[in-house]
């Protein structure tokens, strides 16, 4: 069956770079899209960005200048990465992924510390 | 960017009610939305994707409606397990999510 998980720190310090990894299991990454969806605790869902399915990317342009996403289709992983990190990028990070945007990871909660 | 208005932000039913979310598009998303839904501390969960398209295994007491820029998920009959935050997502352009509904019981 369709899964993803994502794994990454828990902690990141101020101005860093965060990488979170989504591996999906029981799809190719050439058929279904995969994007990234953040919520900082308490607060509501925001779209991050996306890799398509045939390669290319889209991001939020709230994010653009600092986010990338990446993938290695051999292992069946996505990568996000920002930088600058600031505290208000404290968040649950979610891959999602699904023909209807059905299949969600169990998300990774990142606290940036100062 | 598309901005999704949802209301109202929190809404307290008795159990049975039938009850109705709302969100609006800033603009013309067609019928590109998806309705979630999230308990505490767990992923959002898809009730209905393409405005009124069922997920499978959801009840059939969720429904979705509407196109253009208005749309609703209505609750046919409130149940204690549908206690919940709700969300609308477009995916038509720059996917975009409501800001949600909190559903409480009364």
């Known amino acids: 069956q369709v899964q993803l998980k994502e794994t990454g720190p828990d902690l990141v310090q101020l101005t860093q770079t965060l990488s979170i990894t989504c591996t999906v299991s029981?799809?190719?990454?050439?058929?279904?899209?995969v994007h990234w969806v953040r919520q900082p605790p308490g607060k509501g869902l925001e779209w991050m960005g996306a890799?398509?399915?045939?390669?290319?990317?889209d991001y939020n342009s709230a994010f653009k200048s600092r986010l990338s996403i990446s993938r290695d289709t051999s292992k069946s992983q996505v990568f996000l990465k920002m930088n600058s990190l600031q505290t208000d990028d404290t968040a649950k990070y979610f891959c999602?992924?699904?023909?209807?945007?059905?299949?969600w990871g169990q998300g990774v909660m990142v606290t940036v510390s100062s | 960017d598309i901005q999704m208005t949802q209301s109202p932000s929190l809404l307290s039913a008795s159990v049975g009610d039938r009850v109705t979310l709302s969100c609006k598009a800033s603009?013309?998303?067609?019928?590109?939305l998806n309705w979630y839904q999230q308990k505490l501390g767990e992923a959002p969960k898809l009730l209905i994707y393409?405005?009124?398209s069922l997920q499978t295994g959801i009840p059939s007491r969720f429904s979705g409606s509407g196109s253009g820029t208005d749309f609703t998920l209505t609750i046919s009959s409130l149940q204690p397990e549908d206690v919940a935050t709700y969300y609308c997502?477009?995916?038509?352009?720059?996917?975009?999510f409501g800001s949600g509904t909190k559903l409480e019981i009364k």
């Open positions: 999602v992924s699904g023909f209807y945007f059905d299949y």
């Open positions: 029981g799809f190719s990454l050439t058929t279904y899209n």
């Open positions: 890799m398509w399915n045939g390669g290319g990317t």
């Open positions: 603009q013309n998303i067609y019928k590109y």
């Open positions: 393409y405005t009124n």
């Open positions: 997502y477009q995916y038509n352009s720059g996917p975009t």
